[in-house]
C-alpha cells in the first residue's frame, strides 16, 4: 500500500502530457511509414532510405507506443492508489472494522466489486478476514486503531523490561 511517486496529482499532467505526445509521435511515425510503403520514387539509395524509414518512421511509432504504454499503466497506478485510499478512509470511519456493503455504501463500487477489494486487501494482510455472529464477513483494517486504544497504547520498552 505505497503512493507511487508518478500517482500523485502532478502525476496526473505528466500522464496527460505523455498521453499527447505519444499520440502525436505515434502519429507521425505512422505517416511517415504509409508515406515511406506507398512512395513509388526512391532517388536515394537502399540503404539510405532505410535508415531514413527507421530514423523518421519505425522509432518515432515505437517512441509513441512506449509513451502510450506508460501513461496507460501509471494511470492504471493512480487509480488503484486512490481506490486503497478511500478504502483505507472508509475503514477509518467504521473503526478499522469494514464489511462489503459498507464499502459499497460509502463508494461508487458494486457489492461485488467492494467484496473484491476487500480479499486484495486481505491477500495483502492488510486486513484480516473475520466473520460476524450472522455470518457476515467483516474485513479488520490492521493499523487502524480507536483514539482510545491509541491512548490505552503501552510503550514497548514498559512491555519488554516490565518496567
Keep these: ?50 535508415v531514413l524509414f527507421l530514423l523518421l518512421g519505425i522509432l518515432p511509432a515505437l517512441l509513441g507506443g512506449w509513451l502510450l504504454f506508460t501513461a496507460r499503466k501509471n494511470s492504471k497506478l493512480r487509480r488503484v492508489d486512490a481506490l486503497e485510499n478511500l478504502v483505507l478512509q472508509i475503514a477509518s470511519r ?5 464489511t462489503a456493503a459498507e464499502l459499497a455504501m460509502n463508494s461508487k463500487l458494486s457489492i461485488t466489486q467492494a467484496n473484491e477489494v476487500l480479499e486484495r486487501f ?19 483494517f490492521e493499523g487502524i486503531v480507536s483514539q482510545q486504544d491509541k491512548d490505552q497504547a503501552e510503550s514497548l ?3 519488554i523490561y516490565k518496567e
Excluded at 467504521?94 to 469494514?98: S, T
Excluded at 486481505?122 to 479488520?140: C, F, P, R, W
Design 94 to 98: 467504521y473503526g478499522g472494522n469494514l
Design 1 to 50: 500500500m505505497c503512493m507511487h511517486p508518478k500517482t500523485t496529482r502532478g502525476g496526473l499532467v505528466t500522464e496527460v502530457i505523455q498521453y499527447i505526445a505519444g499520440a502525436i509521435v505515434l502519429l507521425f511515425g505512422f505517416i511517415m511509414i504509409v508515406g515511406a510503403i506507398a512512395s513509388e520514387e526512391t532517388k536515394l539509395t537502399v540503404t539510405t532510405d532505410l
Design 157 to 159: 520498552n514498559s512491555l
Design 122 to 140: 486481505a491477500k495483502q494482510n492488510v486486513a484480516y478476514l473475520k466473520i460476524s455472529n450472522n455470518g457476515t464477513y467483516v474485513y479488520q
